[in-house]
């Protein structure tokens, strides 16, 4: 396709379309592009959904990315609530789910994740929350004004956040999870350490070792009980045990999916299927900087891989180099930035001072940093970013 006519097709409303959208309009791309989302409401920040939207500021938190303006003032054609149903990789078209269709000289799946739900005697109780998108949290910050007792479900980011968000609003959280501390698959041992302590000592009650294995009550959530026996009460639940890429368009259309489950790509981030590109959660591909194939799900990893995405869109291919990038906030406590993914790692060194809450921990492997994890010191991240990529 010539760099700067044609016609592109963006499926998905998250961040890595958005970027995506931006980038080729910034890279002066004349063609036409549209935007196809399921959703109800144009893009927004998702992060937002497990902090802002939780918070006292929820009601005026501006969570549009971008602004609500843009798609119009850059003559991009922003569809919500159009459901793509199936893909023709040979004729080069999109079904929706209206019964219309679109013929694209270049497409792109960002469609993202979907949340991974509990099938557990009494999930389908009312009161039982998952966060994906600003409905679900509105819905939870609403059921949150009469509530005492939540438990969180998991040892995840979002969970921690969650737990956080409504201990700051009065409510008594308890995190329930297997792991011996929150986020330790992710950070190791002295990190989830560190945080764990920081939500003690914020109020966050944690039951560690252990898994829910019921929920029961009448009418909605009363109690939680797990395969230890505790018996937690709740007046509420948020679940947050991870998601699954959302494939099922690309496996429809036979692309090649990868051994994380996403679709797989190339270092460009080019599908199976000649002019079809993927990013963002969805996106399996090979990471020149890592030497490996990864799949990862962060939001400004998502953002990065648009921008990439978007060359190869516009028939300039390139790999993707960036490190990807993480962050979560646990309300005003703690911010935690993340540079990596380290996938496996034999040595944590330790700079600055866990019990001051100012450190940076650099994960080693065979002696070279693989990853970094920061609380205080954003200054080491650029460093780790460089130690990665050469
Ligand atoms: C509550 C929450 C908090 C988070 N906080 C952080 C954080 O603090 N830091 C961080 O780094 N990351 C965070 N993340 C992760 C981050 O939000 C994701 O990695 C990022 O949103 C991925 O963007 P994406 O564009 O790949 O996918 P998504 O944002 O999932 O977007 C995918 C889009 O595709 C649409 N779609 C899917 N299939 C179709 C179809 N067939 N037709 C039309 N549309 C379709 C979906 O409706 C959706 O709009 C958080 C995630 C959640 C859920």
């Known amino acids: 396709m010539a760099e700067s006519d044609g016609t592109i097709v963006l499926v998905g409303g998250g961040a890595a379309a958005s970027a995506a959208a931006i980038e080729l309009r910034k890279?002066?791309?004349?063609?036409?592009?549209?935007?196809?989302?399921?959703?109800?409401?144009?893009?927004?920040?998702?992060?937002?959904?497990s902090k802002e939207l939780l918070g006292p500021g929820a009601a005026e938190a501006d969570i549009w990315w971008p602004p609500r303006d843009w798609w119009a003032d850059h003559d991009v054609d922003l569809r919500t609530r159009a459901s793509v149903t199936s893909l023709d990789v040979?004729?080069?078209?999109?079904?929706?789910?209206?019964?219309?269709?679109?013929?694209?000289?270049?497409?792109?799946?960002?469609?993202g994740a979907n949340v991974r739900?509990?099938?557990?005697p009494g999930s389908g109780l009312a009161g039982i929350h998952y966060l994906r998108a600003p409905g679900n949290a509105h819905k939870l910050r609403a059921e949150t004004q009469r509530a005492r007792r939540a438990v969180l479900v998991g040892?995840?980011?979002?969970?921690?956040?969650?737990?956080?968000?409504?201990?700051?609003?009065?409510?008594?959280?308890?995190?329930?999870?297997?792991?011996?501390?929150?986020?330790?698959?992710?950070?190791?041992?002295?990190?989830?350490?560190?945080?764990?302590?920081?939500?003690?000592?914020?109020?966050?009650?944690l039951v560690c070792g252990e898994q829910v294995a019921e929920f029961s009550g009448t009418g909605g959530v009363e109690e939680v009980r797990t395969d230890a026996g505790t018996v937690l009460p709740a007046d509420l639940v948020v679940v947050g045990v991870g998601a699954t890429p959302d494939t099922r368009l690309a496996a429809k259309a036979g692309l090649e999916?990868?051994?994380?489950?996403?679709?797989?790509?190339?270092?460009?981030?080019?599908?199976?299927?000649?002019?079809?590109?993927?990013?963002?959660?969805?996106?399996?591909?090979?990471?020149?900087v890592h030497g490996r194939r990864l799949r990862?799900?962060?939001?400004?990893?998502?953002?990065?891989?648009?921008?990439?995405?978007?060359?190869?869109?516009?028939?300039?291919?390139?790999?993707?180099?960036e490190v990807?990038?993480?962050?979560?906030?646990?309300?005003?406590?703690?911010?935690?930035?993340?540079?990596?993914?380290?996938?496996?790692?034999?040595?944590?060194?330790?700079?600055?001072?866990?019990?001051?809450g100012e450190f940076t921990v650099w994960y080693e492997r065979a002696g070279s940093v693989v990853a970094a994890l920061t609380r205080g010191r954003p200054d080491d991240l650029d460093r780790a970013r460089e130690l990665i990529a050469g």
């Not at 939001?299 to 028939?315: I, P, S, Y």
Request: proline letters at 5%; a negative charge; one cysteine or more.
């Open 27 to 49: 890279q002066d791309f004349e063609g036409r592009v549209t935007v196809l989302t399921r959703e109800l409401d144009p893009p927004y920040h998702r992060p937002a959904v």
């Open 90 to 111: 040979g004729a080069r078209t999109v079904a929706l789910a209206d019964r219309s269709a679109l013929s694209f000289d270049a497409a792109l799946l960002a469609t």
């Open 117 to 120: 739900r509990l099938n557990l």
């Open 155 to 205: 040892g995840s980011f979002i969970a921690a956040e969650v737990a956080a968000q409504l201990t700051v609003a009065g409510v008594e959280a308890t995190m329930v999870m297997p792991e011996r501390a929150p986020m330790q698959t992710t950070f190791g041992t002295a990190v989830a350490d560190h945080i764990a302590a920081l939500l003690v000592e914020n109020g966050v009650r």
């Open 257 to 288: 999916l990868g051994a994380t489950g996403g679709i797989a790509c190339d270092a460009t981030l080019r599908t199976s299927a000649e002019g079809v590109f993927a990013a963002g959660d969805v996106c399996e591909y090979f990471s020149e």
């Open 296 to 321: 990862v799900e962060h939001h400004e990893h998502a953002v990065a891989q648009g921008v990439t995405a978007a060359r190869g869109l516009m028939g300039a291919p390139e790999p993707h180099r």
């Open 324 to 356: 990807p990038y993480f962050w979560t906030e646990l309300a005003d406590w703690a911010l935690l930035e993340y540079v990596g993914p380290a996938g496996e790692w034999d040595t944590e060194r330790i700079t600055g001072s866990l019990s001051d």
